[in-house]
């Protein structure tokens, strides 16, 4: 990462969020805990490879506090050991985050997000200590507010994210020591509809506005960029009373001008995955 789509702004984002917003529609007639995880081919998160092309397990969950504010967690890991490959790609990758969501309306939502992302191995000038915001840290927070109008009869929904503290800092030059904080920004726009055969199809738009402190890495530096183009299939499969499996396909395209950033992995993704919802 610096951080590490649709495919995970719908798992990170629709998964956690989505399931957290219909969890708290759930929550009135009773608390309880919503639980998932994903088996995917590989971790893309809003245009950015993460962990090269190996598979991921992504185990995540959101308990309702009330009616309005929910906390939840959401882990993945890659089980590789080396952080880096023979040839400087990314290869071992895992993280953690911690969520807190409060429903203002029935479609705004508000979602602090704590992302911890500390390197498999011991690499030279990271710290991997928790609670370390600054600029040689692994974690940093994103504030992000959720429109979604599902519930108005309108399967729209619009995301607006921006780091608020962490290792986010854009270097006035090589001998400044921290820098200051750019606040960088991202927003996606998505569309969710039925069709036949009981799919899912999600289509999304995703930019990041001011890259300038190179958080997201597969991005353009110097203006926004759109980094996310993508679209997700989807099918529920109904193993029991109380376990979903959703299977899922989809395509991520990166648009970013800068192809030096987008090394070693290209502008393209494709993923398939499974989710098990208890």
Same mark, same amino acid.
């Given at each position: 990462? #610096? #951080? ?21 529609? @759930?929550? &009135? ?11 995917? +081919? ?7 490879? $993460? ?8 185990? /995540?969950?959101?308990? =309702? ?22 040839? !400087?790609?990314?290869?071992? %990758? ?10 203002? @309306? ?8 704590? /992302?911890? $992302? ?38 729209? $929904?619009?995301?607006? +994210?921006?780091?608020?503290? !962490?290792?986010?800092?854009?270097? #006035? ?6 820098? &200051? ?9 998505? %569309? ?7 799919? =899912? ?13 190179? /958080? /997201? ?5 110097? #203006? ?5 183009? !993508?679209? @997700? ?10 376990? @979903?499996?959703?299977? $899922?396909? =989809?395509?991520? %395209? ?25």
């Amino acid at each position: 990462m #610096k #951080k590490a789509g649709l495919i995970f702004v719908l798992m990170l984002t629709n998964s956690i969020l989505f399931a957290q917003e219909n969890a708290i529609d @759930t929550v &009135k007639v009773k608390k309880k805990w919503d639980i998932n995880l994903d088996i995917a +081919s590989r971790y893309i998160w809003r245009g950015q490879s $993460w962990g090269g092309k190996y598979p991921v397990a992504q185990l /995540y969950g959101n308990y =309702n506090v009330s009616d309005k504010f929910s906390v939840g967690f959401w882990a993945t890991h890659n089980f590789k050991k080396e952080y880096y490959d023979a040839n !400087g790609a990314s290869k071992g %990758y895992q993280e953690l985050d911690f969520i807190f969501n409060y429903a203002i @309306t029935d479609y705004l939502t508000v979602s602090l997000q704590d /992302y911890y $992302w500390p390197s498999t191995d011991k690499q030279e000038g990271v710290s991997n200590d928790f609670f370390n915001f600054g600029n040689d840290g692994s974690q940093s927070i994103d504030l992000q507010f959720l429109f979604d109008f599902s519930e108005k009869g309108v399967p729209i $929904w619009f995301t607006l +994210s921006t780091l608020i503290a !962490g290792n986010d800092f854009r270097y #006035k030059d090589e001998n400044d020591e921290k820098g &200051k904080q750019n606040f960088t920004t991202y927003m996606e726009i998505g %569309y969710d509809f039925e069709a036949p055969l009981g799919l =899912n199809i999600a289509p999304v738009v995703g930019a990041v506005l001011n890259n300038k402190a190179e /958080y /997201y890495t597969f991005a353009d530096y110097n #203006k926004p960029s759109f980094v996310n183009l !993508g679209c @997700t299939v989807s099918k529920d499969i109904q193993l029991s009373e109380s376990i @979903t499996m959703p299977i $899922w396909l =989809n395509y991520t %395209y990166n648009a970013a001008s800068n192809k030096t950033n987008l090394e070693p992995f290209g502008k393209q993704f494709l993923v398939a995955g499974v989710t098990f919802t208890y």
